[in-house]
C-alpha cells in the first residue's frame, strides 16, 4: 500500500529490547525517515515522551502503556483473551496454567491482566500457575518443562504467544504427553504454523492486515500535513478453534 502511494516502506526489527529500540528510533528520525510506524512500542514513559515531541509523524500498533499524543492502533487482546479461557473452563479445565510474555511487552501485559482476572473469577488463581516465557520457543520450552513438573500438573496451558505453544508440544513430547488429551494448549497470534501443527494449535488471529492499512493511512496524512488525532482504534480479535484443546481426562 506505500509503495502505491509513492513511498519508500523500511522494516527494522529491535528484537524486544528496550534499549535497542530507544537507538534504532533516535537513529531513524535523525533524518533518515519521514515518518515512523511503531509495532509493540516500549512502554517507557520518558520514551513515549520523547516521542511526542518529534515533529514527523509517528503511528504506534499495538500500544497498551501509558496515555499518550499519538495515534494509536491495536488488537484487542483483553477480550481475545477471556475468549480462550472461557473455551477452557467449558472444557472442564480448572488447572489452566499461563507462559506470560516478554517484561515490557504491553501485549502480554493485557494478556495476563486478562488471564489473572477470569481465573480469579472463576475461583482458580494461583501465582504458581504464571511462568514467565518470554514470547519465544525456547522460553516456552523451559516454562512448560517447570509447569508440567508441577504436583498435580495442569491439565491446559495457556502459552502468551504461538512461538511459546510450539515449546508447550516440545515440552509435552518429551514427557509423553498427547496433546489435546493429556494436555491441552492454546497460543495466541494465529501465526501461519499454528494451523499445520500436529494437532492444528487453537489460537487467536489479530486483524493484522486491516491494522497494517490504517497505521499507512494515517501516516501518510501526517505526511501531508494533517493534524493526527490523538486516538486509539482497537480492532477485534477472532479466537480460531481447532484441535489443541479437548475436555480433561
Known amino acids: 500500500m506505500a509503495g502505491r ?7 527494522f526489527t529491535t528484537s524486544r529490547s528496550p534499549e535497542r529500540e530507544r537507538e534504532r528510533v533516535g537513529s531513524l528520525l535523525g533524518g533518515l525517515v519521514d515518518g ?8 517507557s514513559r520518558q520514551f513515549l515522551r520523547a516521542l511526542e515531541q518529534v515533529p514527523a509523524p509517528i503511528v504506534l500498533i499495538n500500544y497498551f502503556g501509558p496515555p499518550t499524543h499519538l495515534p494509536v492502533i491495536r488488537a484487542d487482546n483483553y477480550h481475545a483473551t477471556t475468549d480462550l479461557l472461557r473455551h477452557l473452563l467449558a472444557l472442564g479445565h480448572r488447572r489452566i496454567a499461563h507462559i506470560s510474555g516478554a517484561p515490557h511487552s504491553g501485549q502480554g501485559a493485557e494478556r ?18 504464571v511462568v514467565p516465557g518470554g514470547f519465544t520457543q525456547e522460553g516456552g520450552l523451559q ?7 508441577q504436583d498435580p500438573p495442569p491439565t491446559a496451558i495457556f502459552a502468551g504467544n504461538d512461538l ?7 515440552a509435552a513430547r518429551e514427557r509423553g ?30 486483524p493484522v492486515q486491516a491494522m497494517a492499512r490504517m497505521a499507512v493511512e494515517l501516516l501518510v496524512r501526517g505526511l501531508g500535513g494533517q493534524r493526527l488525532a490523538e486516538e486509539v482504534q482497537e480492532f477485534p480479535s477472532q479466537l480460531v478453534l481447532r484441535a489443541s484443546t479437548a475436555a480433561p481426562l
Open 5 to 11: 502511494l509513492g513511498y519508500d516502506l523500511g522494516l
Open 36 to 43: 515512523l510506524i511503531l509495532v509493540g512500542p516500549s512502554s
Open 112 to 129: 495476563l491482566r486478562a488471564y489473572r482476572e477470569v481465573m480469579q473469577a472463576a475461583g482458580l488463581w494461583n501465582e504458581r500457575w
Open 143 to 149: 516454562a512448560a518443562r517447570q509447569l508440567l513438573t
Open 164 to 170: 511459546s505453544a510450539l515449546g508447550v508440544y516440545e
Open 177 to 206: 504427553l498427547e496433546i489435546p488429551n493429556q494436555l491441552s494448549v492454546v497460543g495466541f497470534d494465529d501465526i501461519p504454523i499454528a494451523a499445520h501443527l500436529q494437532p492444528p494449535l487453537t489460537t487467536v488471529a489479530q
